[in-house]
């Protein structure tokens, strides 16, 4: 591990135990020192913040914390994101402008808030619109306001389906938007593929990649299982380079050795919280893995 994976390990390590020990103080001086250090405003959201709010949710589905712990934890969060919002500002405005917001029922908005915080930094124009907008609310605002991007943020399969009805009627406006789709209800390939999106995005690194992709910034990106395919190798590459077979990762990330098997052959979805587990089992930055 590298001295800047150390570095932002230990920031990640010492933010989610403030987190846990309800102390507001501490979170704002673990990114006070993240910024001293010289970390980006991305390393900070998702290596830092949103790897420590990850570990939240599973501490609450495990029993380890209770809801109000975990309703906490997320509001420490938020105002930490609130901070950093005023701390950073774009160098370079493209005159873009991207509509962020969840699909109607999906009330799980900090990712979301994340990913229209890291396009603010990248300069473009944001309207972020929270949690559980409604389809005709949503459809009628992009309408009147022609952004380039619409972000649609999903958290559980079940959500897909109303970001399908969303997908539907935004493509029947006569200045229609390109349309990202992620979070955590993003996991099946040929379901997405079948909802019609522009592109998709697992995680804060892919959302930035292709949103600046969908806007004229950067390349064409991989299709979801060329994606899944090039991650599989880098992480066979890295377990190879650890001397490891498919059962020592396993072991280390607590995940089944089949399912490694799966992974490193590309035919396994990943969620960002099983990127983790392989990030950390591997020493590695989670950005190493899901760069394209």
């Given at each position: 591990m590298s001295t800047d994976d150390l570095v932002t390990t230990k920031l990640s390590d010492r933010y989610l135990d403030a987190l846990i020990r309800r102390d507001p103080d501490t979170t704002i001086s673990v990114i006070e020192d993240a910024i001293r250090q010289g970390l980006s405003p991305v390393s900070i959201l998702v290596s830092i913040v949103g790897k420590s709010q990850i570990r939240v949710g599973e501490m609450?589905?495990?029993?380890?914390?209770?809801?109000?712990?975990?309703?906490?934890?997320?509001?420490?969060?938020?105002?930490?994101?609130?901070?950093?919002?005023?701390?950073?500002?774009?160098?370079?405005?493209?005159?873009?402008?991207?509509?962020?917001?969840?699909?109607?029922?999906?009330?799980?908005?900090?990712?979301?808030?994340?990913?229209?915080?890291?396009?603010?930094?990248?300069?473009?124009?944001?309207?972020?619109?929270?949690?559980?907008?409604?389809?005709?609310?949503?459809?009628?605002?992009?309408?009147?306001?022609?952004?380039?991007?619409?972000?649609?943020?999903?958290?559980?399969?079940?959500?897909?389906?109303?970001?399908?009805?969303?997908?539907?009627?935004?493509?029947?406006?006569?200045?229609?938007?390109?349309?990202?789709?992620?979070?955590?209800?993003?996991t099946d390939t040929d379901q997405v593929e079948g909802l019609g999106p522009d592109g998709f995005a697992i995680d804060a690194y892919s959302a930035i990649q292709e949103a600046r992709r969908l806007g004229g910034l950067s390349k064409d990106p991989l299709s979801l299982n060329e994606y899944l395919i090039v991650m599989g190798s880098r992480v066979q590459d890295l377990r190879k380079g650890r001397s490891w077979n498919q059962e020592q990762l396993a072991q280390a990330s607590s995940l089944d050795r089949t399912y490694i098997s799966a992974v490193e052959n590309g035919k396994q979805n990943l969620t960002i919280g099983v990127v983790l587990k392989l990030a950390e089992a591997l020493e590695v930055p989670i950005g190493q893995l899901l760069s394209d």
């Open positions: 609450w589905h495990t029993g380890e914390i209770n809801i109000a712990q975990e309703h906490l934890a997320t509001q420490m969060t938020l105002d930490v994101m609130d901070q950093m919002r005023q701390r950073y500002h774009a160098t370079t405005k493209w005159g873009i402008k991207a509509v962020v917001t969840c699909v109607e029922g999906n009330f799980h908005y900090v990712g979301s808030r994340m990913i229209a915080d890291l396009l603010l930094v990248d300069g473009w124009d944001v309207e972020f619109l929270g949690a559980d907008t409604p389809t005709h609310d949503l459809v009628e605002f992009v309408r009147q306001g022609h952004p380039e991007l619409v972000a649609l943020s999903v958290s559980m399969k079940e959500d897909l389906s109303t970001a399908e009805q969303i997908i539907t009627q935004l493509r029947r406006l006569p200045d229609s938007p390109r349309i990202l789709l992620g979070g955590y209800g993003v």
